[in-house]
């Protein structure tokens, strides 16, 4: 791989066919989420670049996005609040997850890596039960950053600080505190709360 210092991240787009499960708000916040993880990530390995021109090129797809069982996931955030320990239980079959796609174009526009992941939410695990329809494929998006950060990244690229000012501010903060209590107290992962994203401002080309 190439040594590539300046990465440019193009918005987070729906791939035909992986939203046909999907309200309008639903696949906003798919992408929201998608875009604020990966963010997060790349720019832990590389400066992120204002515009394309001079940079390496990061697109990312999502190819399917399975929805999570509202009904079943309310009963098992109240089993699990009788369930010492602190992993959660999930209504077999029930379950939602995410697929992705990302591409990591050189300078010269010529494909340097790619990645293509797919994850449910696991039965047994840490996966919160979520209310909402896409309360899983929001969960999923942070393994999926982190597979995209690992993917294009030369191996032993060392984690960087995090750069001051942050360039993943207009998705929100990195960390959700309130997210974190609300999983405490309810058993349920609640996206208005847990992701605290907001959208980003549109990226020239």
Avoid: H
């Avoid at 999907?22 to 670049?49: H, I, K, M, N």
């Avoid at 999502?62 to 239980?89: D, K, L, M, Y």
């Amino acid at each position: 791989m190439p040594a590539i210092e300046l990465v440019f991240l193009d918005p987070a787009v729906m791939v035909a066919g992986g939203d046909a499960a999907l309200s309008a708000e639903e696949r906003v916040q798919v992408l929201r989420e998608v875009d604020r993880q990966v963010c997060y990530e790349v720019s832990e390995r590389f400066t992120l670049a204002p515009t394309p021109r001079g940079a390496a090129r990061l697109r990312v797809g999502v190819t399917g996005v399975r929805p999570t069982g509202q009904a079943a996931s309310g009963v098992a955030a109240v089993a699990n609040a009788f369930v010492p320990g602190p992993g959660t239980f999930r209504v077999p079959g029930t379950t939602g997850g995410l697929a992705a796609e990302a591409e990591l174009l050189g300078p010269d526009g010529r494909q340097v890596a790619a990645l293509a992941w797919a994850r449910n939410a696991n039965v047994v695990g840490t996966d919160t039960p979520s209310l909402s329809r896409v309360g899983d494929a929001l969960q999923m998006a942070e393994p999926f950053g982190d597979a995209v950060g690992d993917a294009i990244s030369q191996p032993k690229r060392p984690v960087r600080p995090i750069p001051e000012p942050d360039p993943c501010a207009a998705f929100g903060p990195r960390t959700q505190p309130a997210g974190f209590l609300t999983r405490m107290v309810t058993g349920l992962y609640v996206p208005e709360v847990n992701t605290g994203s907001k959208p980003a401002e549109p990226k020239r080309d």
